[in-house]
């Protein structure tokens, strides 16, 4: 852990938690270079879980039912292209196509991601390099696109999901009120184990 209890590099393997004003995020570094999020309520009542590529794009997703994953709610995503990583000024243009866990397709539609200047940060008065992402959403046939706002913490390697808004509105960036590398529950245990790489 980094000097005044601000998580470190070496802590994204063995879990960070994110406070947020109405959600807590635990993310996990992956072998493989993914990186997995759990989301719960403020009370710790685990919600989902998704894996994230270093850029921020999803891998795939998992919907939580009484602590464990929910059988059949597996999403899967896939991109046409190359996905990038996570550097000052990149670009990416591609087609981001939606499965389920029977590799049936449930939707496809154009993104747009962007990785903006690099900024210093403070997360919960600890103090990051990090890169600010958006990844704009036109999905196919008609519904309305959406934006989602990340912010990748360069020397923890997490691409932290701070929102989502539509197009038309402002975008969601408000930082976590807190980060730790234990849970702000005391003695709070995970109720599941991370999914394992395929």
Known sequence: MAAGGCPGAGDAADGIWLTFPHRVSLMRARP???VADWAFTRDG????VVRRHPVGLLRDSWAMDDGDM???????FAY??????????VVFDAVEILTDLDGREVRRGAIALRV????DVLVGGCAYAALPVTVTRTPQGGVRGDRDSLLVLRELGLPVWLGFSGLDDPPQDMLPLAIAARPPWPGWRHPVRPPELP
């Open 32 to 34: 493989g270079g993914l």
């Open 45 to 48: 009542t685990p919600a989902s």
């Open 70 to 76: 929910a059988p059949g709610s597996e999403q899967r």
């Open 80 to 89: 046409s292209g190359d996905i990038p990583t996570p550097a000052p000024g």
């Open 116 to 119: 903006g200047a690099a900024r």
